[in-house]
């Protein structure tokens, strides 16, 4: 059973950065891909963001394309989601998850672990 941790989260000013880590455990995690969902408030949770089991392939949710990256480091068993010019919309608590699925996913049900999840607070 793979545990996911995420890290990074805070509390950060409109316009400010922030970086979110999600450490796997096991010895498999080159063979997934990642991605990262986040949940505000009262909403479903939403995709974010999600990168190939190689890395070379992303995929960004519209609301966040152009400010956020998400990278991969399979030496290291993690990724990693890089945020800038955050929004107070951008509040919500994020997940890391892990996807058997090819490619990179968008759709919450292809992924099949799931982190405790890491608050990001934006401030107007």
């Known amino acids: 059973q793979v545990q996911l941790v995420e890290s990074g989260g805070g509390l950060v000013q409109a316009g400010g950065s922030l970086t979110l880590s999600c450490a796997a455990s096991?010895?498999?995690?080159?063979?997934?891909?990642m991605g990262w969902f986040r949940q505000a408030p009262g909403k479903e949770r939403e995709f974010v963001a999600a990168?190939?089991?190689?890395?070379?392939?992303?995929n960004y949710a519209d609301s966040v394309k152009g400010r956020f990256t998400i990278s991969r480091d399979n030496a290291k068993n993690t990724v990693h989601l890089q945020m800038n010019s955050l929004k107070p919309e951008d509040t919500a608590v994020y997940y890391c998850a892990r996807s058997p699925a090819a490619g990179t996913q968008y759709v919450s049900r292809w992924y099949d672990s799931w982190g405790q999840g890491t608050q990001v607070t934006v401030s107007s």
């Open positions: 990168i190939s089991w190689s890395g070379d392939s992303t």
């Open positions: 096991g010895r498999t995690f080159s063979r997934y891909s």
